[in-house]
C-alpha cells in the first residue's frame, strides 16, 4: 500500500489541477487517474519534472511528472520570468525553438512559443523540425538570450523532453539550471501560464538558418582534395526517423561525398520509430537495416543519427570483411586522432589549442592530445560542461574537438552541444583519408592502440524505473560512498573521486584533495592495475550507470585480438566481483 502522506499529497495536486484551466480531455484522465490503481496516480504526480542534464524529460501524459501542455508551460513561463528578469534592460529578448520527430514535438514547441509570444518575447521557431545542433548555432547566429529543443534525444517513443539553452548556445548549467527551477515553482496554478499567442512576436525561420549552418560546417573540412579522391566513397546512412534526413546527406555532399545510401525503411519521420525498439545509435539492433543494406553494396562505411541528430553510431568493416559497430570512445579515438594530427599537418597548431573530455570517457584521448602538445580538458558528464569549456576560452584558446563515451562529438566552436551532422561528416572524412593511404579505419583504430595502449570500456546500466526505482539507485550510490571496497578483482583500490564531496581519497597515503569540478553524485574508483570505474545515476533516464575501463600495451597489431579478449574478459571480472 502507497504512503498515506504521499497519496493524500498527489491527490491534493491532481485536485488542484481539476480546478485548474485545464482541456476537458486531461481532466477525464485524472479522473481516471483519482479512480484507478495509487502507484499510476503516484507516478504521475508526485513530483514535478525538473531539469537534469539535459533539461525535462519524461514520459508523456497528464501530471505533474508527465510532459504534457501545462509542465511545458508552466516551464516555459518559468524561463519567461527568468530571462525578463535576467535582461531587464533588453527591450526584446530573444529566444530561438526547433523540434524533432517525436509525437507531439511540433505540438509542444508551438505552445512553448506561444507562451514566450505572449509574455512579449521574440520567438524564433523552425518552420519544420531540425537536428539540436542546428538549435545551437541558430542562438548565436540570431544572438537570443536563450533557445529550447523539443526532443527525448534517444529514449523511447513514450518519452519527450525540453532542453533549454543560454545565450552562448549551450544546455544550461548553474546558476541558471537551479534558479529556473525556482521560478517554475513559484507558479502554482496552471492558470498563472499565459497561453494566448501573440502572432507578432513570433517569427518562422527555415532555409535561411540551414544555408549558413552548412557553410560554417564544411569549413572544418580538413582535407577536401583527400575527399575528392574519395567522392565515391560508400556511405550508408540512417536518420532511424529522425531529424538528421535532410542535413546529414545535404552535409556530406557538401564534404565532398557523393555516393551515400540513406536507409528507405527508416528515412520518413516517425515518432512511433516503427522499425526500431529504441531509436538510440549506442543499441546494434536500431542499425540492423542499415548494416543490412550495408552488406548489400558493400559499403566502406555505416552512420545511424539518434531523433534529434546529436549523437551518430559508425559501423566499419574488420579484416574479415564483417560489419563491426564501434562504440562511442572508439569513435572519439578516430575523430580526435584525426583532428589533432591534420591541424598538426596542416600547421594549425600553435600551442593555445585544447580538446575536452568527459571523466568517463576513454583516457586515450588525453594520451592522444599529450603526444601532440595539444591540452586536454576533463569535465563531468554532459555536453554542456564541454560547451562551459568553450565558453570559457573562447577567443583566449582554439578549441580542436571533444566528445563523450555516449556517441557525442563536436568539433569547431560556432556550435556549443553534441553535434551528429557535424561528426557523420568529419568521420566520413577520416575514412576516406585512411582509404587514400590504403588503411581502413578498423586498422587504423588498431595502429592507435599500438602506439598508445589498448584501452577498453564498457558500460553497464542497471534500469530502476519509478519512484521506488530513484530511491533503490540512490540507496546503492549511498552504499559505495559510505563503505566502498577496499579491492575490486584482487585489485587494490587506490584513489576514490567522489564528485558530490568534491573530493579525492588516497587509500595508501590516506590524505584527501580537492576536485575543482561542479558537485555531482558521481564516484569513481582507481584500481593499482589501471583499471577505473565510474558510477553514476543518469540525469535523463531511470538507470544507475556502472563505466569500466581497463587497458594494457599492446605491442604489435597482430596481438589485437588475443588483448581484446582478454581485456573483455577482466572487465567481466570486474563487474562479477562487484555483484552486478
Request: proline share 3%.
Amino acid at each position: 500500500m502507497a504512503n498515506q502522506d504521499l497519496l493524500q499529497e498527489v491527490q491534493q495536486k491532481a485536485k488542484n489541477w481539476l480546478e485548474s484551466d485545464i482541456d476537458l480531455k486531461s481532466k477525464k484522465e485524472i479522473e481516471n487517474l483519482l479512480e484507478g490503481d495509487d502507484s499510476d496516480l503516484i507516478e504521475s504526480f508526485y513530483k514535478n519534472l525538473e531539469f537534469g542534464t539535459g533539461g525535462l524529460r519524461g514520459i508523456m501524459g497528464v501530471g505533474t511528472n508527465r510532459m504534457n501542455t501545462y509542465t511545458v508551460g508552466m516551464a516555459t513561463q518559468g524561463l519567461s520570468n527568468y530571462l525578463i528578469q535576467q535582461f531587464p534592460n533588453n527591450s526584446k529578448i530573444k529566444v530561438a525553438i526547433a523540434f524533432d520527430s517525436r509525437n507531439n514535438s511540433k505540438y509542444f514547441a508551438e505552445k512553448t512559443a506561444s507562451v514566450f509570444s505572449a509574455n512579449g518575447i521574440q520567438v524564433f521557431l523552425f518552420n519544420d523540425l531540425r537536428p539540436t545542433p542546428e538549435l545551437s548555432f541558430a542562438i548565436r547566429e540570431l544572438k537570443c538570450q536563450s533557445g529550447i529543443v523539443i526532443t527525448a534525444s534517444h529514449n523511447p517513443k513514450e518519452y519527450n523532453g525540453y532542453k533549454v539553452y543560454w545565450e552562448d548556445g549551450g544546455q544550461i548549467i548553474n546558476p541558471h539550471d537551479k534558479n529556473i527551477i525556482e521560478e517554475v515553482r513559484k507558479i502554482n496554478n496552471i492558470n498563472e501560464v499565459k497561453f494566448d499567442t501573440d502572432l507578432k512576436n513570433v517569427h518562422l525561420i527555415g532555409e535561411e538558418i540551414d544555408n549558413k549552418y552548412i557553410k560554417e560546417l564544411t569549413k572544418l573540412s580538413l582535407n577536401p582534395k583527400s575527399n575528392q579522391k574519395q567522392k565515391d566513397l560508400k556511405i550508408v546512412y540512417t536518420p532511424i526517423h529522425g531529424t538528421g534526413v535532410d542535413l546529414v546527406p545535404k552535409v556530406l555532399k557538401a564534404f565532398g561525398f557523393e555516393n551515400v545510401h540513406v536507409v528507405d525503411e527508416q528515412k520518413e519521420p516517425d515518432g512511433n520509430f516503427p522499425t526500431v525498439k529504441s531509436p538510440n545509435p549506442e543499441e546494434p539492433a536500431a542499425l540492423a537495416l542499415a548494416l543490412k543494406k550495408a552488406e548489400e553494396i558493400d559499403a566502406d562505411i555505416v552512420m545511424a543519427t539518434d531523433p534529434d541528430a546529436d549523437r551518430v553510431g559508425i559501423a566499419v568493416k574488420d579484416n574479415n570483411n564483417k560489419f563491426i559497430l564501434l562504440n562511442g570512445n572508439q569513435a572519439a579515438i578516430l575523430l580526435i586522432d584525426y583532428l589533432i594530427s591534420q591541424w598538426k599537418e596542416t600547421g594549425k597548431l600553435k600551442g593555445k589549442e585544447y580538446i575536452v573530455k568527459t571523466i568517463v570517457t576513454t583516457e586515450l584521448l588525453k594520451e592522444i592530445a599529450d603526444k601532440y602538445k595539444v591540452e586536454c580538458f576533463d569535465v563531468l558528464t554532459g555536453f554542456k560542461y564541454i560547451a562551459e569549456i568553450i565558453n570559457k576560452n573562447y577567443g583566449k584558446k582554439k578549441f580542436i574537438g571533444g566528445g563523450e563515451e555516449s556517441y557525442g562529438y563536436l568539433a569547431g566552436e560556432f556550435v556549443r552541444d553534441k553535434d551528429a551532422v557535424m561528426s557523420c561528416s568529419l568521420l566520413a572524412e577520416a575514412a576516406a583519408f585512411s582509404k587514400n593511404q590504403n588503411i581502413s579505419l578498423y586498422n587504423k583504430l588498431i595502429n592507435i592502440y599500438t602506439e598508445y595502449g589498448l584501452y577498453k570500456e564498457k558500460l553497464v546500466s542497471v534500469v530502476k524505473k519509478g519512484k521506488t526505482g530513484s530511491e533503490e539507485i540512490q540507496k546503492m550510490m549511498d552504499t559505495f560512498r559510505n563503505n566502498p571496497p577496499n579491492s575490486i578483482n584482487n585489485s587494490n583500490v587506490m584513489l576514490i573521486h567522489d564528485f558530490e564531496k568534491q573530493k579525492t581519497f588516497d587509500q595508501i597515503s590516506h590524505l584527501r584533495y580537492d576536485i575543482n569540478l561542479p558537485k555531482s553524485n558521481v564516484l569513481q574508483f582507481i584500481l593499482q592495475d589501471g583499471s577505473k570505474i565510474s558510477i553514476r545515476p543518469s540525469g535523463t533516464e531511470p538507470k544507475i550507470k556502472f563505466y569500466f575501463s581497463v587497458n594494457n600495451e599492446l605491442n604489435k597489431p597482430e596481438d589485437f585480438e588475443n588483448m581484446n579478449l582478454l581485456l573483455d574478459q577482466k572487465i567481466d571480472q570486474i563487474i562479477k566481483s562487484l555483484n552486478l
